[in-house]
């Protein structure tokens, strides 16, 4: 009886070690993701803040499954606005399996669309004299956003990425007597070390107007993007990045993958889009590197 005892136990000693052994190689070689936050900024000159408050993180698994970041334990409150001009907020550092990865999805503490006004919102938009408005999104904090894009993370290793919000596409004003805002975002995962950025002056900028630039795959822009939107589609849909010039006349196009570029540049009048004042076309943007290019208007095709 006592030899039984030992022989079981010590069978039970090789399954509980040998299970322990497996979990700990199955993590062993695991990687971790730094992800950052950044933004395009809207074209609303009264709007001051945009704030957006992410309750998780997931990733999507060559097992196609999504699978929760369990690091991102506390909900956070973001101003987007704060991150332009190729500024970064670092989200946090997650481990996950080595491989190849395509999206990520962001799940929001936010009003449904069609809900009532919510009496303390999660996420809203802030106005220069000091108002709010609710951002409303559908199906945020259920099914989330997803962000698209591709990234390899590395055994033992770290690799750095980037999802670009693009505030300027993701909100829609609705018309009507509602005048609700609608989050829906567009966003993309950049590598960090596969992206550059187009940074210049702008010259003879008109004083009565402001000036946009769109950074467009070279060959892709069509007169279509800049048509009337329709519905909730937004102008110039398909550019990879945006900027509005400064008041000291400077746009910086950050977080574009390596390859060749055309500029669309464009006038505002009070926020609102004024016209197509011209493109400038064959820059090259290598990564890791600024590519500096100055815009003339009076120069424009």
Known sequence: MIRTTKLFLVFMFFIITGVSCDSESDTADNGHLRLYLTDAPVNFDDITGVYITFSEIHYHTQGNAWEVFDDFDEAVTVNLLDYTHGETMLMGEFEMPPGAYTQLRFLLEA??????PP???ECYIEFEDGTIEPLFVPSGSQSGFKAIGNFSVPANGVVDVTADFDVRRSIIK????SG???LKPTIRLVVNDQAGRIVGEVHN?????????????ADTYTEDEAADPVGEEVRFP????????????????????????????TTTLEGDFNEVAGIVTGIEVIAEEPTYYDIDMLDLE
């Open 205 to 217: 900028h008109p004083e009565d107007l402001g000036v946009m630039v769109y950074a467009y795959e």
């Open 238 to 265: 398909n550019a990879a990045n945006s900027d509005m010039v400064s008041d000291d006349h400077m746009y910086h196009v950050d977080f574009l993958a390596e390859g060749m570029y055309d500029i669309v540049v």
């Open 180 to 182: 609700r805002y609608i």
């Open 174 to 177: 609705t018309g009507g007597s």
């Open 119 to 121: 009496q303390n919102p």
């Open 111 to 116: 009003p449904e669309h069609g809900q009532g």
